[in-house]
């Protein structure tokens, strides 16, 4: 890893600088600023983002990181003596920086693989359906009349083909917490 102060920092951020500090950090696990001003923080989250093409996740805890937070493709906000404005500005809240494991590697992992599976199911779905209409023009001459009343669309959406992401989006669970949490490969 990689510890860098605010007083250096400000000299690295200069154009100058930018691409033999960027090719360090791409060489380093983590990047960790200490003593950095709110504008520092988010120009190097945004340099991340624009130079290198990289996902970013920005962690604070108070007021002075919200610029940071929201540059950051998903911030996480901890709430405590600093008050709430990390909190109110991200995306997730954690309650202490030990969280931070957890909601990454287990709620990640699970959310990831549920997005997947949606996207999956939504497809299926609508290819169903277009596909039901399409052989049905065959059936009426091609004259566009619809097939079903709008009321029974309406149901289709809202109560037969909803359910199931629900009952998934609650209870699907590839991999337990405790074998996300001793294997952060599977991530």
Not at 125 to 139: C, E, G, I
Not at 173 to 186: G, H, N, R, T, Y
Request: hydrophobic fraction near 45%.
């Amino acid at each position: 890893g990689l510890v860098i102060d605010g007083t250096t920092l400000e000299h690295v951020l200069h154009d100058s600088l930018q691409n033999i500090f960027l090719e360090l950090t791409e060489k380093c696990r983590a990047v960790v600023c200490c003593q950095a001003t709110p504008l520092q923080k988010s120009v190097l989250v945004k340099l991340v983002r624009s130079k290198l093409k990289a996902m970013t996740l920005a962690v604070g805890d108070g007021a002075n990181d919200v610029s940071m937070i929201q540059v950051a493709d998903t911030g996480v906000g901890i709430s405590g003596q600093e008050g709430m404005q990390a909190v109110m500005a991200s995306d997730f809240a954690i309650s202490q920086f030990r969280h931070l494991r957890k909601l990454l590697l287990v709620h990640g992992h699970w959310c990831y693989t549920r997005l997947t599976n949606m996207v999956l199911y939504f497809f299926y779905k609508n290819v169903t359906y277009v596909n039901l209409l399409f052989w049905y023009q065959f059936f009426c001459g091609f004259s566009g009349t619809s097939m079903t009343d709008y009321w029974i669309l309406i149901l289709f959406n809202l109560l037969f083909t909803s359910v199931p992401p629900i009952i998934y989006g609650v209870l699907d669970k590839d991999v337990s917490a405790e074998i996300l949490m001793e294997l952060p490969q599977l991530y």
